[in-house]
């Protein structure tokens, strides 16, 4: 019988262990472990792991300095399974200070890819600066205009800050698959580098439009939801893990539902959001081992929908 992490996925997503986390080392050098499967950010070349680290509700945990901590150990095992890219947002509560607590306890890890967005109708060169300062980094590596919200003044704030070396990628994010028609135009239109938007093995609208645009363009892609919040991690809870697991390297149906997303050649990089140290490396996993071939991630995408 697999091993069941789905219901604790589940338990985890909005509370932080009730153990308190053991003392924070040193970031460990190389385990001996396969490096993580990158993709080519298309305007550079610069390689990026396909699985990032989102903070979205899980690391909205305030001043509790217990809390706090234990994000700081999520991070550390991500930096130390090969992960780069964190991102967050001024909406996501306190997430964005309690990230820059967790890499100042971190020494802050030269790999780390800050990503970040701005959300406002007002002053956005106000907001991206208060979020600096929260994470402690000299600069953000990428700015997303965050669900398009005033796009077209922040975007002109965000490619200035390019083009003066403050800023080195520029991006635009949806969710749940809302505005596509917008996002299409964004990318038709203006010299971005990013996109972020919502993809799993069951919302597969952007398979249409979005990811063929993206390739067609030269811009990297950002998958937030991979797992609808948990809601599908939920749906296959109990279900035996299929036959063919194993030959993309899988040993839980997290797994499988995040390699769908990643095996998909459009996409840079999925950011599942965690609490936990244990899911953490087990997202790491999926970027190692075997990646589903088009005809695999059709039987995929069968075989949940029959769930």
Same mark, same amino acid.
């Given at each position: 019988?697999?091993?069941?992490? #789905? ?61 706090? *901590? ?12 090969g992960g780069r890219l964190i991102d967050s947002s001024p909406m996501y509560g306190s997430a964005q200070p ?15 890819? /800050? ?5 406002t109708s007002g002053n956005g060169p106000g907001q991206i600066e208060q979020s600096r300062q929260f994470w ?19 975007? *002109? ?56 645009? /993206? ?32 030959? #993309?390297?899988?040993?839980?149906? /997290? ?34 081992g075997p990646m589903p071939d088009a005809a695999m991630r059709r039987r995929m995408a069968a075989d949940v929908?029959?769930?």
């Amino acid at each position: 019988m697999p091993r069941s992490p #789905i219901l604790s996925r589940r338990t985890l997503l909005g509370a932080l262990a009730a153990s308190g986390a053991a003392p924070l080392l040193p970031i460990p050098a190389a385990t001996g472990k396969a490096a993580p499967v990158t993709r080519p950010i298309p305007s550079t070349g610069e390689a990026l792991p396909v699985v990032g680290l989102g903070s979205w509700i899980t690391f909205n945990v305030g001043d509790d300095p217990q809390a706090r *901590d234990d994000c700081a150990e999520v991070m550390r095992a991500f930096f130390a399974e090969g992960g780069r890219l964190i991102d967050s947002s001024p909406m996501y509560g306190s997430a964005q200070p309690v990230i820059g607590h967790g890499l100042a306890r971190l020494g802050r890890p030269a790999s780390l890819f /800050a990503a970040d967005k701005v959300w406002t109708s007002g002053n956005g060169p106000g907001q991206i600066e208060q979020s600096r300062q929260f994470w402690g980094v000299p600069r953000f590596d990428l700015l997303q205009v965050h669900n398009l919200l005033a796009w077209e003044a922040h975007l *002109d704030t965000l490619f200035a800050m390019k083009a003066e070396g403050r800023l080195r990628y520029v991006g635009i994010t949806t969710s749940e698959g809302r505005r596509h028609g917008e996002i299409e135009q964004v990318m038709r239109s203006r010299p971005i580098d990013f996109v972020q938007i919502t993809y799993n093995i069951l919302d597969r609208e952007v398979e249409d439009r979005i990811l063929p645009l /993206a390739q067609e363009r030269g811009i990297a892609v950002i998958v937030n939801r991979p797992f609808r919040q948990g809601d599908l991690i939920d749906d296959v809870e109990g279900e035996a893990l299929p036959g063919w697991a194993g030959e #993309i390297g899988c040993a839980s149906w /997290a797994q499988i539902l995040l390699k769908f997303v990643v095996s998909h050649p459009a996409v840079t990089c999925a950011i599942p959001a965690t609490t936990s140290v244990d899911h953490v490396r087990e997202n790491l996993g999926v970027a190692r081992g075997p990646m589903p071939d088009a005809a695999m991630r059709r039987r995929m995408a069968a075989d949940v929908e029959a769930l």
